[in-house]
């Protein structure tokens, strides 16, 4: 199968309709419409094989990570989602993994109306592009840049199961129950993205977390001059991982072990507990500490006092 019948073949007919898409796939480029009066936001990941997700790993599941990783960032900032554009690099132009591919990017994507308007295809490694954009009123954009000292610190859903869930690929099949569902947590993330739009207006700052808790708090901590106080005894961890090892290790999963794209984010501390509830609607969210003054220091601490941090702070590409 040569590139143009691989897309318009495999690729094309799963891009989704949208009214706002003036011209899709088949020319030099996409015609869209923006949403009047608001702000486009623009997100890209990139995934690479042995990098990001294990060789010989399911195709439908590195279309659906492909996506969810940016419609978490795009959570990350409150946006509506829109439009896509794809870049497929692949060793052979193999039509059944592509068809695979697509049928998982497209299981991500349909959900929010996301439209795959263009892109790219070629030849070499494998590696997947996606670039999504967005739409935000302006001025309720969520940024990494407005916590402020006394805000309440939260995050969505349960820590560390992803992390766990990839070190456990290494080991034989099959797995126990616990395993399999940490295992889904990495192939199959949810993007908050309703959580994102009903923080809009709400939340003082918002990041997801894609490297680790602790890497991408420090983050909002850096962009917003301020500190923080974590309660580890606070983390919300699912019951799986909280069975299949032992705590150090549940722990350091937790604080470190990315992939989760869950978000974190901060309240101020007037919030009502009647907001929070709110919040809770769309997934469940966890209170686990506070913003303090002193600018990076982020201490972490348990009922009996403080704790100290695992010797890996999270993913980087370029240590």
Not at 255 to 283: I, Q, W
């Amino acid at each position: 199968m040569d590139e143009f019948s691989l897309i318009s073949e495999l690729i094309a007919p799963t891009t989704g309709a949208r009214t706002d898409v003036i011209l899709g796939i088949g020319d030099d480029g996409a015609l869209v419409r923006p949403p009047p009066g608001e702000a486009l936001v623009l997100v890209l990941d990139t995934l690479v094989e042995a990098v990001h997700f294990p060789r010989g790993f399911p195709p439908e599941d590195i279309g659906f990570r492909t996506a969810a990783s940016n419609l978490s960032d795009l959570a990350a900032m409150g946006a509506t989602p829109l439009w896509a554009t794809l870049g497929l690099t692949l060793p052979q132009a193999d039509a059944a993994w592509v068809r695979a591919f697509m049928v998982g990017l497209h299981a991500a994507l349909a959900p929010h109306q996301v439209q795959l308007i263009g892109g790219d295809t070629t030849r070499g490694p494998l590696c997947l592009s996606l670039q999504l954009t967005g739409s935000v009123p302006e001025a309720q954009a969520l940024k990494r840049s407005g916590a402020r000292p006394g805000d309440r610190l939260f995050v969505s859903g349960t820590l560390g199961d992803a992390a766990a869930g990839l070190t456990s690929l290494s080991t034989p099949e099959p797995a126990p129950p616990e395993v399999a569902y940490l295992r889904g947590r990495f192939a199959r993330p949810t993007a908050r993205v309703t959580l994102g739009q009903a923080l809009r207006g709400t939340a003082s700052s918002c990041i997801d977390i894609s490297d680790g808790l602790l890497a991408d708090l420090g983050h909002i901590l850096e962009r917003s001059g301020c500190g923080a106080e974590l309660r580890v005894d606070h983390l919300p961890l699912s019951p799986a991982l909280s069975r299949m090892t032992d705590p150090a290790q549940v722990l350091a999963y937790a604080l470190a072990g990315g992939d989760d794209y869950e978000l974190c984010f901060t309240l101020p501390a007037a919030t009502s507990p009647l907001a929070v509830e709110a919040l809770r609607r769309h997934c469940p969210v966890t209170e686990i500490g506070l913003i303090t003054a002193q600018a990076g220091e982020l201490a972490l601490r348990d009922a009996a006092g403080p704790v100290s941090p695992p010797a890996a702070r999270g993913y980087r590409h370029f240590p």
